[in-house]
């Protein structure tokens, strides 16, 4: 496993001194790859650039994105943390025992994402996520400075790598996000068309259809093989509307 294909993404960040800080920690711990989504400050702030110390260089390379969907293009791995339970199906795990997960295919990019420093992700935003992390807190304090966050994940996935007989991690070729993407949006505009879901209740719909399909951690082939079905669906569909109106006008 390595740390080469994990992008840090931090979703609308506000504070210059924790995004400086976050670089800092980054180069402390060997990653580099700093995603920034619709970034409320200037990283290259004074500030910033003071908190990081020497790891000016992480900022200057930051990847500056408008969307969270842009920031996960061609990860086959996405987690994101969150500190509290937004819904009943979403698993919150630990990061000591989650986070090996998110390193085991280490020659393709994956992401860890974080959130806003006021309200973390969105429901919208975590159904991007295959699985979720939750830094336990005392419950005299719940919440957790968004750079002291990262670096505590920063810390518990160099642990990841060092040896370990406990450590088995099964290697799978996990389809990338922009082609699990495309699937939901087949998926979503068939659904429309066939009348199971309505355009008020999609995006709740879909949300829960991302939620069982992330827990599943999709491969690229088992992707294809759903669209293929979905692909027929739409032929058949095509079929039986020829064939009845071909019978209306022979009965006519």
Partial sequence: MGLAGLRIVLVEPAGPINVGAIARVMKNFGL???????????????????????????????????????????????????????????????????????????????????????RGLSNEELNYAHRFVHIPTSDDYLSLNLATAVGICCYEL???????????ITQTELAAFDVVEAYYQQLESLLLNIGYLYPHTAPSRMGKFRQLYNRAHLQTTEVAMLRGILQQVKWALKSGNREQGTGEKTNS
Avoid: Y
Avoid at 56 to 85: D, Y
Avoid at 158 to 168: A, F
């Fill in 32 to 118: 580099n790859q700093l995603v920034l989504v619709n970034p409320q400050c200037d990283p290259l702030s004074m500030e910033a650039l003071i908190m990081a110390v020497h790891a000016k260089e992480i900022l200057g390379s930051a990847v500056v994105v408008a969307t969270l969907p842009e920031a996960l293009q061609g990860c086959v791995r996405i987690m994101a943390t969150t500190g509290e339970v937004r819904s009943g199906n979403i698993l919150l795990e630990n990061p000591r025992t989650a986070l090996p997960w998110l390193l085991a295919e280490p020659e393709k990019p994956v992401a860890l994402i974080f959130g806003r420093e006021d």
């Fill in 158 to 168: 160099t642990q990841c790598l060092q040896p370990s007989e406990s450590q088995t």
